[in-house]
């Protein structure tokens, strides 16, 4: 399984590798963070020879134990009488002696420039520790780069002035990203987020609850038991936490032994509970813990910081004392915290009150407290009997759940959620059950609303609005034929129609003629897209118009009704406002406006959920990816689409699976790689036939000229000829610009120059320069030896004003297109000498500038390429600010670049 959550750790420390000097770091992480995984992801990242030491701790009572395993390591023949040299001299010379005795026998070992990555240092014996740290800061004529990883540093220890790397708990996106690498088959999502939480982003606790807990409690069947039960890593740093506290550092350096007992106390009191109120609490003990870094504090509110830390103290306390301490704390809070109140209470009455505990994680999902609520949550499904009126108060959390959402935890407590006998209840949990699954990416078969209502049942407004919403999820997956009959029944339900769910069913109409390629123009929408009209309408309706304008390619009305959405997002809930800053930056994308895009994309993930979960959802997932190419990450922007696409079926969600492959297709093709780009266009077709718009899915014109590229001129003039059809039935400014273009590299001799024209004078100032630059790139590649240099050179400008990076590398040969006029095979053999459609010919070959940069220099020019400022070059490559500026002056002279965005643009 791939490291999770590491790769800026691993890149810091395989930066060594590239360095022309030796160095050394140190590497710091508590128990279970997880040190020896990164070691051996370094080892399979660097291309120097890597030797592994490995520490017995069985050892650390023999001197020099470590040094031998290091030498031993080092599989030089000379390292043998090293070691019986060092042996022997060991009791006739200490401290400065010895250490110059090890220095000057692994000097004289001459060995090639190597790696060498030692695990856990600090078992060693404490001769080998000083000797390793006296190497590691006189490496010079060594050859070595030498990283060492330990639970700590002391101040007074000899690594003390090493560069330190500390590896910090896992980000909450990254352990749940983790989980889901771990978990077994059929675990639940929402279950995974929970224990992500629960284990405080430590790795090794983590994999130890996998172990811990049984299947039924993993799937979510079964309530999970919180806070968790310790395991040996949450043992071990709480251990070295409350040693801290009471072992002559932290509050009690400065308090007496009495002060350090009564803050145990107290902290072992707020273990009891997920979060307090501080009214009530010692003051001056929360703030002494609070010091130390043991408990937080927000506002009126004070928690245990580790969850791993609450989980040692919670089960050390025997079943009897804690029962006891809850009923006190019980007594204390009712008045003060009753949501605390509720949660002790459960704990001590024999039938507690399971209503007043949802309703209070009901409460802490409203305060921003979510995995509060979840530990409320599963003690009411661990001591609730399941009735109606529970399974109410249990769906309230779940739609605060999804307000915020939190997707995720929604869809675990919907799962232990039975169907309601009452019809307003059961109502209100489809809506959620529906939503909870569009957002999430699955198929909504919304089975339930089958049966036929009469206009004048109790039930018919409610079942109005639950067919609108799922008509509107039909359009966004544009399945039309779908949503046109759900809309049909709700006009038969007319007379029951709220207001609210005659918006929503107008808006959706307004979408599926948008994907059908027939809305109305702006002066017939909703008085003329007046903002008296607009401002009055709601939020999902308003998200919904935009929508179809974006697809409608009225790019800059739908800025201006997203910005209406975001501009409230106060009042807006958090489900709503996530959802317009996506579709605000797939508006920007799909404009090809791709500056402005990537600010929409940033200030979407600032203001957005767990981005674990998001790329669970393929058409989230398109502009991650997006993001990431548009800024020279071909890669990174293909995992996130494979990985979305492992998680699909055709036969599910066609829509959003057909938008993957097309944009899997188009990264590959304006990277060269042809062949496979136009294999994953065919799978986008293939999926997306019954969509006859083309501006929706915008995979035609990539495929015509993957074909073209391949030779294959009879399949690039077939699916021509099916895009212009397409577009003269559903006209557009995108499928003119696009259409032009795939003629216009179809054309034969005698209409190849004016196609050529048309396709060129066709674009106008307002259009996208995206698409401008995909032309210019395209006849770049079928003009002539002297067209080819300026088409090339306008293709790489237009890029450049589409905010569209390339990486740093140089293009790969691809398929010359084949001559005009001469019969071609649907087989035909590329030729190997001519840049791809998708790189200007005219951009310099980067390998061969790289070439003339020593090994130091070319790791300055890639971080200047991708975005670093010189005091963040300085920082990453261990060198001092002023050494950057010198390697720049010299780079600049050797490449003839005049500026930094000149060596950039030399470069891409």
């Known amino acids: 399984m791939a490291l999770t959550g590491r790769r800026l750790e691993v890149d810091r420390i395989a930066t060594l590798a590239v360095l022309p000097r030796e160095c050394a770091m140190v590497v710091v992480g508590d128990p279970g963070s997880g040190r020896s995984s ?12 890597v030797v592994r030491v490995g520490v017995n701790g069985s050892e650390s009572r023999w001197p020099l134990a470590g040094v031998t395993s290091l030498f031993t390591a080092l599989d030089d023949p000379r390292a043998t009488a090293h070691i019986a040299h060092l042996l022997q001299a060991g009791g006739a010379s200490s401290g400065l002696a010895a250490a110059h005795d090890f220095l000057e026998a692994v000097q004289t070992l001459t060995l090639p420039p190597t790696v060498v990555l030692i695990d856990d240092l600090d ?25 060492a990883t330990v ?10 002035a090493l560069p330190v790397l500390r590896l910090e708990p896992l980000a909450a996106d990254e352990a749940l990203a983790l989980a889901r690498g771990m978990a077994p088959e059929g675990a639940n999502d929402g279950v995974l987020a929970i224990l992500a939480d629960a284990t405080g982003g430590n790795p090794g606790a983590l994999r130890e609850q ?32 409350l040693g801290g506290i009471d072992g002559g550092g932290g509050t009690a350096a400065a308090a007496d032994a009495s002060d350090a007992g009564r803050d145990l106390d107290v902290l072992a009191r707020l273990a009891l509970v997920p979060v307090a109120r501080t009214v009530g609490w010692d003051r001056d003990a929360v703030d002494d813990l609070a010091d130390a870094g043991v408990v937080v504090v927000r506002g009126q509110t004070v928690a245990v910081r580790d969850p791993l830390l609450r989980s040692a103290l919670y089960w050390r306390t ?36 399971v209503v007043a505990l949802l309703e209070a994680a009901a409460g802490y999902v409203a305060d921003g407290a979510p995995y509060a609520a979840v530990a409320l949550a599963e003690r009411a499904l661990h001591v609730g009997s399941g009735d109606e009126d529970e399974r109410a108060a249990l769906l309230a959390v779940t739609e605060a759940l999804f307000a915020r959402r939190m997707l995720g935890l929604a869809a675990r407590y919907l799962t232990a959620m039975r169907p309601f006998r009452r019809q307003p209840d059961e109502v209100r949990r489809l809506r959620v059950l529906y939503s909870v699954q569009y957002l999430r990416g699955e198929t909504v078969h919304a089975d339930e609303l089958l049966v036929h209502v009469a206009a004048e049942a109790p039930e018919a407004p409610a079942t109005a609005g639950l067919l609108a919403m799922v008509a509107s999820f039909r359009a966004e997956t544009w399945d039309l034929d779908q949503a046109r009959d759900l809309l049909a029944r709700v006009d038969q339900l007319g007379p029951a129609l709220s207001p609210h769910t005659a918006e929503i069913a107008g808006a959706v109409q307004c979408l599926v003629a948008a994907v059908d390629g027939a809305l109305p123009p702006d002066t017939e929408l909703y008085d003329g897209l007046s903002s008296v009209r607009l401002l009055a309408m709601s939020d999902p309706a308003l998200l919904l118009v935009a929508h179809a304008l974006s697809i409608a390619e009225r790019y800059r009305s739908a800025r201006r009704l997203f910005a209406l959405v975001v501009a409230r997002s106060q009042e807006t809930e958090a489900v709503w406002a996530e959802g317009a800053r996506y579709l605000s930056a797939e508006n920007e994308l799909r404009s090809g406006n791709f500056r402005q895009a990537l600010r929409a994309v940033d200030a979407w993930e600032a203001g957005s ?45 066609w829509g959003t699976t057909a938008q993957l492959h097309a944009l899997r297709g188009r990264v590959l093709l304006l990277d060269g790689r042809v062949e496979e780009a136009v294999v994953a266009l065919e799978a986008a077709d293939a999926v997306g036939r019954p969509l006859r718009n083309p501006t929706v899915l915008r995979h035609l014109g990539d495929l015509v000229e993957g074909y073209v590229c391949l030779g294959r001129l ?8 099916r895009l212009a059809a397409d577009h003269h039935a559903r006209p557009s400014r995108w499928g003119a610009l696009v259409l032009a273009r795939s003629l216009a590299l179809v054309a034969d001799d005698t209409t190849r120059e004016a196609a050529r024209r048309r396709a060129l004078e066709l674009f106008q100032p307002h259009d996208s320069q995206y698409e401008r630059a995909r032309t210019f790139a395209a006849l770049a590649a079928v003009g002539t030896e002297a067209e080819r240099p300026r088409l090339g050179a306008a293709a790489a400008a237009a890029y450049e004003a589409a905010g569209l990076r390339r990486p740093l590398a140089a293009p790969a040969p691809a398929a010359v297109l084949p001559a005009f006029g001469v019969p071609t095979s649907r087989r035909a053999g590329p030729v190997l000498s001519a840049p791809v459609p998708g790189t200007p010919p005219s951009a310099p070959d980067a390998s061969a500038v790289l070439t003339s940069l020593t090994a130091e220099e070319r790791a300055v020019v890639q971080k200047v390429t991708e975005g670093y400022r010189n005091r963040e ?6 060198m001092s600010q002023r050494t950057v500026e010198l390697r720049l002056t010299q780079i600049y002279r050797k490449v003839g670049a005049r500026s930094r965005s000149h060596l950039v643009a030399l470069l891409t």
Not at 618 to 644: I, K, M, N, Q, Y
Request: aromatic fraction near 4%; glycine fraction near 2%; include cysteine.
């Open 38 to 49: 990164v070691l051996d992801a370094v080892a399979d990242r660097v291309s120097l020879p």
């Open 123 to 147: 078992r060693m014996d404490a001769e080998s520790q000083e000797l390793i740290a006296f190497l590691a800061g006189r490496l010079a004529g060594t050859a070595l780069r030498l990283v």
């Open 151 to 160: 639970r700590s540093v002391p101040s007074d220890g000899p690594l003390a």
């Open 210 to 241: 996998f172990d811990a807990l049984t299947h039924a409690q993993l799937t979510g069947a079964e309530p999970l038991v919180l806070p968790l039960r310790p395991t040996a890593t949450s043992e071990a740093l709480a251990a070295l936490t």
């Open 318 to 353: 025997s079943a009897r004392t804690r029962r006891a301490l809850h009923a006190e704390l019980a007594a204390s809070s009712a008045a003060c915290d009753p949501r605390a109140a509720a949660w002790h209470r459960s704990f001590v009455d024999d039938v507690p009150d």
């Open 609 to 653: 959920a767990l981005s674990a979960q998001r790329l669970r959802e393929p058409s989230r997932a398109v502009a991650v990816a997006w993001r990431h190419f548009a800024e020279g990450r071909s890669h990174d922007a293909l995992a996130v689409v494979d990985r979305c696409l492992a998680l699909r079926s055709t036969a599910l969600l």
């Open 714 to 721: 009879d399949d690039a003039r077939a699916t021509a000829a």
């Open 873 to 878: 070059i300085a920082s990453s490559l261990f």
